[in-house]
């Protein structure tokens, strides 16, 4: 249903951003652990890389119906 | 015609005079038409009915005047002879000679009407004047001629029975049968005192000579053989009795004649014996008595003989009248009859003259001896006298006193006788002396006599002869009749074995022809009867068909009835199917709870398609969205309650579409749902237009379209959505569609069901 698509969409936003979120704290953490000596900015880093390509990704799913996707054809010899 | 006329006139006349509009003028010439018509009418009827009564006067008048005239008119005008029979009375052919007729009659009833009137049967009077006027038609002709004539007659008239009227001297007598039928015996009777000619009867007769048919002709023709036969049988009855009469008669006479001989003789011998035997007185006296006895019977005898020769002579005139009328009969079988009468009366006045002549010799040889006694008793008289003179005591008989003479009477007696005897002498000598004279006289006389006798004797004999030859040549006619008979018999014989030749022959043809003309007469009542039967036959099977063709023609038009009653119901009944299809499919719209679908259409709609084969049905079944069919659509109230799901949901896109997609906009969209408060559901204006539409209004109308159920223009509100909350409603409005589509497939499928149900409902 259409009307579910949003919801659905907003979930996998959701999902997802919390994932990449995640993905993104985990990566800050260890980043930050790992590389950066536990300093709190790779886990904002992460973190925000997380939200942001959450945010793109969610965005994006949201835009998806409205971008305009060309295919390229072979010309007709 | 006239009337007509005036009529025109009249009306031209109105036509002209009506313009100038008086009425007074139009009153003027009405009774003008009405007397003047009246008038000249009335005066043409009279006119005809005077000249039609004249015409029919003057042609009765005429008919009563000509009867030939009044016959051609009874047979060309029909109903005349009933006219004329009222105007005149009944028409005959014979009624203008009835006094030929009646002198026809006239002659033979007299001839035979005396003889008639002896007879008591009265009735054979008419058979009698029937067989006379047979025959005083033909009396002239002579006896073999008219019966040959007769002959060929009655043979021409049998031959030619067709239309050939018989020849008169046949027709004649037949009329005068006729006659003799129609005339009644007082009118007989009557004729017969008129004295008529025998010319008179073989005038032509001046009515026509009418033909009387063969049966007609027969029974004359047996009729007359009747007559005939009647009339031999009357007439040998008479002669035998006659003959009867005259022979017993005639024998009496002859035997009394005879008798009266023998007496005379007896008489004469008496009376010689009586002169010459001079005997005994008692010898003599017993001789005068027998004498006397003698003289009594021959006188009685003479009478007796008179007598009965009277009667012979007058029954042999009797007979002989009876010969003489039945000679005149022209009945041919009489004839030997006659012929033997005639033999016997002559052979009877034969003997009957022999008898008289010989009592008449007898006689004359007693009257000469009765004259010699009478000498003899003359002279002993006159001796007596002379004795008596003489001797006058002597008495008269003298012979009984023989024994009582005297002397003297003896002597002068005896002189007496002397005397005489001298005077006898005398005479004697005179009479030798006149002997001769006497002889001769005598002679004479005797010749005289003798020649009188010998004439009567001639003459009787003369008349004997005659009438032996007239009877032999009665009987020598007889014969050659009867040679003639047997030969006309022969002739006619042949004559009529050729006639039964040439009948057989003309009957053979005729009987061809006949057959012919049956068979032809047959064969066209056949062919008449044939087709008449064809006729009707073909009537009847014409009818038949007829009949057949309605009856058929109503059989198929009951058939065709009740197949469009069938083909009616059947449409009736597919109507309700289709209807209870439809409503099935109605029902299976409307079979779904709030949230859920339908049922799907799929078998109401195959119930559809399989319950009629009507086209719209099918296309319109056809036209069902396939998701409805397959899936079911969501009912009103599932869309009502999803729409109120998603009015939110799109409050809260509102501001998102393809430009502004950012989920920055998303932020303020959601911002802005929260924060814009809409009328929940607002009444949608009539006329919208698209600048006025901001998706809550849009959403607000669509609500109140919704919950007024109109969901129809609820889609189209929703329509009106761009963007981000046109893509959330969009499954919305798909459903929408479907069910709206659905719903209007399905309305129109039960308009049309309720449509086709009505059009084949019937009304009672």
């Known amino acids: 249903m259409s009307e579910n698509e949003l919801g659905k969409k907003w979930d996998r936003c959701l999902a997802d951003g919390a994932v990449k979120i995640g993905a993104g704290l985990g990566l800050g953490i260890v980043l930050s652990v790992v590389f950066f000596k536990r300093r709190t900015w790779p886990i904002s880093f992460g973190l925000g890389t997380g939200l942001g390509m959450a945010a793109s990704n969610c965005q994006n799913d949201l835009r998806s119906h409205y971008v305009l996707h060309g295919r390229v054809k072979e010309q007709e010899q | ?764």
């Open chain 2, 1 to 764: 015609m006239l009337r007509l006329s005036v009529r025109v006139a009249d009306a031209a006349a109105r036509r002209r005079l009506c313009q100038r509009g008086p009425r007074i003028i139009l009153q003027h010439s009405r009774p003008y038409t009405e007397g003047n018509t009246g008038g000249s009418a009335a005066k043409i009827v009279a006119a005809g009915l005077v000249s039609l009564g004249g015409g029919i006067g003057g042609t009765v008048l005429y008919a009563k005047w000509d009867s030939q005239f009044r016959t051609t008119v009874e047979k060309n005008v029909p109903y005349s002879d009933l006219l004329f029979g009222l105007a005149l009375g009944p028409a005959t052919s014979l009624d203008s000679t009835p006094t030929k007729k009646q002198l026809e009659l006239a002659q033979p009833p007299s001839l035979m009407l005396e003889e008639a009137n002896s007879s008591k049967n009265k009735a054979k009077k008419v058979k009698k004047a029937e067989v006379p006027s047979v025959t005083a038609a033909t009396t002239p002709a002579s006896n073999i001629e008219e019966a040959a004539a007769e002959a060929s007659h009655i043979i021409s008239a049998m031959g030619e029975v067709p239309s050939v009227p018989a020849p008169q001297d046949s027709e004649a007598p037949k009329e005068q049968c006729e006659e003799c039928h129609q005339l009644s015996p007082p009118e007989m009777a009557l004729s017969s005192e008129e004295p008529s000619e025998p010319g008179d009867v073989l005038t032509a007769p001046e009515e026509p000579l009418k033909e009387r048919p063969a049966e007609e002709v027969t029974a004359r023709i047996a009729q007359q053989d009747q007559a005939d036969q009647d009339t031999l049988a009357f007439v040998s009855d008479k002669l035998e009795d006659s003959l009867a009469s005259s022979a017993t008669t005639t024998l009496q006479a002859i035997a009394a004649q005879e008798a009266a001989l023998q007496a005379i003789l007896q008489h004469t011998q008496k009376l010689k014996e009586a002169m010459e035997t001079e005997v005994s007185a008692e010898q003599r006296s017993s001789h005068w008595k027998d004498l006397e006895d003698a003289v009594c019977a021959r006188s009685r005898n003479v009478e007796e003989a008179g007598a009965a020769l009277v009667q012979a002579r007058a029954s042999l005139d009797s007979l002989r009248a009876v010969v003489e009328s039945a000679k005149d009969s022209r009945v041919a079988a009489l004839r030997p009859m006659v012929l033997a009468a005639e033999e016997n009366l002559h052979s009877m006045t034969v003997d009957l003259d022999r008898a008289v002549d010989k009592v008449q010799s007898v006689e004359s040889e007693a009257k000469i001896v009765s004259q010699y006694s009478e000498l003899v008793n003359e002279a002993k008289q006159q001796f007596q006298r002379e004795l008596s003179s003489i001797t006058p005591e002597i008495q008269a008989n003298w012979k009984g006193l023989s024994g009582t003479l005297s002397v003297d009477d003896l002597n002068a007696l005896i002189a007496h006788a002397h005397r005489r005897i001298d005077q006898l002498n005398r005479e004697m000598a005179e009479q030798r002396v006149r002997e001769q004279v006497h002889i001769e006289a005598a002679l004479e006389q005797q010749k005289l006599e003798d020649q009188k006798a010998l004439e009567k004797a001639v003459s009787l004999a003369v008349e004997h002869n005659l009438e032996r030859a007239r009877l032999e040549q009665e009987r020598k006619q007889v014969e050659l009749r009867e040679v003639m008979e047997a030969e006309m018999r022969t002739q006619l014989r042949r004559q009529a074995a050729a006639h039964t030749d040439h009948l057989r022959d003309v009957l053979k043809v005729q009987e061809q022809e006949l057959q012919a003309e049956a068979e032809e007469v047959l064969s066209s009542k056949m062919t008449e009867q044939e087709t008449r039967y064809r006729q009707l036959t073909q009537e009847q099977l014409d009818n038949f068909t007829l009949d057949m063709n309605a009856a058929y023609a109503r059989l198929k038009g009951m058939e065709e009835a009740i197949d469009s009653h069938v083909i009616a119901e059947e449409e009736a009944r597919k109507a309700h199917q289709l209807w209870l299809s439809v409503e099935a499919l109605g029902y299976t719209l409307r079979s779904s709870s709030l949230d859920s679908l339908t049922r799907p259409l799929e078998p109401a709609a195959q119930a559809i398609r399989e319950s009629c084969q009507d086209e719209f049905a099918v296309a319109l079944a056809a036209a069902l969205p396939e998701e409805s069919l397959q899936r079911g659509v969501y009912s009103e109230e599932s869309l009502r309650a999803r729409f109120n799901a998603l009015r939110s949901l799109a409050r809260r896109v509102a501001l998102v579409d393809e430009s502004h997609n950012s989920l920055y906009q998303y932020f303020l969209s959601y911002l802005q749902a929260a924060l814009l408060f809409e009328e929940r559901q607002e009444a949608p204006p009539a006329k919208i237009s698209s600048q006025d539409l901001d998706p809550f209004k849009i959403l607000s109308y669509a609500s109140y379209s919704l919950e007024q159920g109109d969901l129809e223009l609820a889609a189209k509100l929703v329509n009106q959505l761009r963007g981000e909350a046109r893509r959330v409603v969009q499954d919305w409005l798909v459903e929408a569609r479907l069910t709206l589509e659905t719903k209007q497939v399905v309305s129109l499928l039960s308009a049309y069901a309720n449509a086709v149900g009505l059009g084949t409902t019937q009304a009672p």
